[in-house]
C-alpha cells in the first residue's frame, strides 16, 4: 500500500543512514557511557550532523520529530490520527542499545509501539510510518475502510464473514444473511461490545457509548456471566 502511495505522489519518504555523518574516520556512531557499565550508547553528533544536513537547522523543520524508544509515550490510533495530519515528519530511530540522553532533545515526542524491548528502532519506527501512512487521504483507496477498523471508535471490531456459508462445520450467523440492515448494525455493535468486554475490558472506560450501546453491553454481561 505504501508503495503505491509513493508511486502516486501520496507520501514522500527516504531513509539516511546517520553512520555517513559520523565524525570519526572510522565512522562510529556507538561509544561507552561515562561512568562505566556495559552496552554502548549512541553518539549525538552523527544524529545531530545527519539531522542538520539534511533537514536543515532543526528550529526551522516545520513538522515534528520523532524519537522510538519503549520510554516514550504509547503509540495509539489517536497519535497516529494527529500525525497524519502534519505534512513532514521526521523519525529517529537506530540499531543499538541505547542512546545519549543529550538526543533526546532533538525530539518533539518519543513514542513507545510496546511495552517490549526490541534490537533497534527500526522496526517500531514503520509500524509508525505504516500506522500514519494509512490515515493519508488516497493511501487506503476511496473507501474510508480504516474509519471501522478496531480503535478507530475505541472498540473492537465485530466478528466478519465471508464465503463460503458453511465451512467444516461452522456456520455463518443466519442475521447477517437476513437482509435486515437494522438487525445486522445492531448485531454488529453488540458482538463489538462482547468482543471488548471479553478481551479489552480496559477499553471500555474510554470509549464513548451511547444510550444504546450502554444497553447492548448489558445483554453482553448478562449473556457472559
Ligand atoms: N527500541 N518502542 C531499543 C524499542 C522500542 C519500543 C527502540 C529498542 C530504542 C534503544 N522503540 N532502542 N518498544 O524496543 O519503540
New binding site residues.
Partial sequence: MLGRAREQGLLRLSVVNFRDYAESKHKNVDDEPYGGGAGML?KPEPIYNAFASVLGPREAYPGKVLL???Q?TP?TQRIAESLAKEDDLAIL??H????DERIRHLADME???????????E???M?VIDGVCRLIPGVLGEDASHQADSYADGLLEHPHYTRPRQYLGMDVPDVLLSGNHEEIRLWRRKESLRRTWLRRRDLLAGADLSAEDMKLLDDVKREEE
Fill in positions: 549512541l522510538m524508544s519503549p516514550g503509540f530511530c537506530g543499538y542499545e541505547g542512546f513514542l513507545s509501539i510496546g511495552d517490549y524491548v526490541l534490537t533497534g528502532g522496526l517500531p519506527a509500524v
